[in-house]
């Protein structure tokens, strides 16, 4: 066993021909610590659910596009560059708001489970 | 006090122009469950020191480019779609390999903090 593994992807692009325009990593490279999902959803795209989490603190990451994301009734907007932190009990959905493509990046990990990060965790060797 | 919090970070490809290419967004939105950095490094760069982590596993997300990463002593290509988890005591660096800049996200979370995740911690509203 090494102390690492890589997965291949492709095109971030082409993942919108996916079901839901989503991979999830976790299975594929034994996360432990969060779940991950790379996203690409096309053009009138929209989470067809509300939903809200038990532990997890979410992250959204965009990359590419522009969407609507609601939370707890409140709209708001991302583009490339906004990145939006939520809490568990947040009740959330998002759809894509424009003619392109939206590109964007979903870590879920358990609120308050960080202790060191980066110069408190990290060791230069 | 919102249960979210957004962030602008503009566009990915000009944070080159930054401090190591890197913006960290923990302190920004007041992270609890991991750290995240957003990185665009310029041809040429390469992290000058190897590191490992105590408790922190690491997720590697590659955008846009090609890199060399070294994880003990072996060195593995990276580009577009490229995904590599690398756990805490592994000896780590990287370096943008072409001429194009490198673009990619780097996410740190306790190994073994994740109990639920998607739907074991999601529920649907």
Do not use: W
Request: proline content about 2%.
């Amino acid at each position: 066993m090494t102390n690492f593994k890589k997965i291949e992807l492709g095109k971030i692009n082409e993942i919108k021909n996916k079901e839901q325009g989503k991979i999830f990593i976790h299975d594929e490279l034994n996360l432990t610590s969060c779940e991950v999902s790379i996203n690409c959803s096309k053009k009138g795209f929209k989470v067809p659910f509300l939903h809200k989490h038990k532990n997890n603190e979410e992250i959204y990451i965009f990359l590419k596009g522009k969407g609507i994301m609601e939370i707890d009734n409140e709209k708001i907007e991302v583009k490339e560059g906004s990145i939006v932190k939520i809490a568990p009990p947040a009740i959330r959905t998002m759809e894509n708001a424009s003619d392109e493509d939206l590109e964007y990046i979903v870590i879920q990990a358990k609120e308050n489970s960080l202790e060191g990060y980066t110069m408190t965790d990290a060791e230069i060797v």
